[in-house]
């Protein structure tokens, strides 16, 4: 059977130098070796993987799809070969982590800090994207690991709950703060809104079907209360900057704003007497398993979130 992982490896070669020749000499192979090998890719598999010509060869829709592959096949084995020969107080690899920009707010300072420190073979690559992107990211390789705000995604990643994040009311800073004090930043030290107060302020929302956007009118619909939205806006730092200009509220985590409330550009409430929290899953691939880097990691992520929010994060 000529799907080997040398011929993987010869296919990505030839498709990368756009050429047998210059690919037998970059792998110290005979060029007819190279072509009988790429024929023998071809019919093993029945189809035509090469388009060739005087000028060289280029993939066809079917090499290009063999070419996706064969990267991932073979830098999964180069994972999985770092991964068996690390020392476990050691971990060695790259770890790509997605998460939203409030996580990354909260996560990205300390974690990097501690990665310089401690692991200095690990190469993070920290992901900030849409929470509803991630549980793809994950599944199709792109992240090792993901932080997400809902766990009903594919059945095969599985879900870890890290914390109940507070949701808070955004509102413009009052002109008298400005001069005379910053108001409280703290979350527990923050004053609550009244659920009817709340539904007569003017809000910026995310539109559906973004998670907080879900959560927010699943909230609406248990309390009974509807809430005055006057338009919708998917990103944090728009969100952030209509409540700065005084043009609306709006509602986002505690850890999204809090550097922005520190510094008295918006003031911060908390919402109702029950509190409103979103809940916060790490998630892994189920059937992939995670290197001794990206496991270190994913530790080190839980730890920080329970130092950070201690009375938040479950037992």
């Known amino acids: 059977m000529s799907m080997s992982i040398r011929a993987m490896q010869c296919f990505v070669a030839v498709v990368s130098t756009g050429s047998i020749s210059r690919a037998a000499a970059a792998l110290h192979v005979a060029q007819p070796a190279l072509s009988l090998l790429m024929r023998n890719l071809e019919e093993d598999l029945g189809v035509v993987l090469l388009h060739r010509s005087a000028r060289g060869v280029a993939p066809t829709a079917a090499g290009a799809r063999l070419l996706a592959h064969a990267r991932e096949i073979l830098g999964r084995i180069d994972a999985a070969r770092a991964d068996v020969r690390e020392d476990l107080n050691a971990p060695r690899g790259a770890v790509s982590l997605a998460m939203s920009m409030s996580m990354a707010k909260l996560l990205t300072v300390p974690l990097l800090r501690f990665s310089l420190k401690h692991w200095p073979g690990v190469y993070l690559k920290i992901i900030e994207s849409s929470t509803g992107y991630i549980p793809g990211f994950v599944s199709s390789g792109h992240a090792d690991l993901g932080l997400t705000f ?52 003017p809000l910026v929302l995310p539109g559906n079907p973004h998670s907080l956007r879900r959560l927010l009118d699943q909230y609406q619909q248990r309390e009974r209360v509807e809430f005055r939205v006057i338009a919708e806006a998917n990103a944090i730092p728009q969100l952030i900057e209509l409540a700065q200009a005084g043009v609306a509220h709006t509602i986002l985590s505690y850890e999204a704003v809090r550097q922005e409330a520190q510094r008295g550009e918006v003031v911060l409430r908390r919402i109702g007497a029950s509190r409103l929290t979103r809940p916060v899953f790490l998630c892994r691939s189920d059937v992939l398993p995670l290197s001794m880097a990206a496991a270190a990691v994913a530790d080190r992520l839980a730890r920080i979130i329970a130092d950070a929010h201690p009375a938040a994060a479950p037992g």
């Open 150 to 201: 809902s766990d009903e995604a594919s059945v095969d990643l599985r879900f870890q709950h890290l914390i109940d994040e507070e949701l808070v009311v955004v509102s413009p800073p009052a002109a008298k703060s400005r001069s005379v004090k910053k108001p409280a930043a703290d979350l527990h030290a923050l004053p609550a809104i009244s659920l009817r107060a709340l539904s007569e302020l």
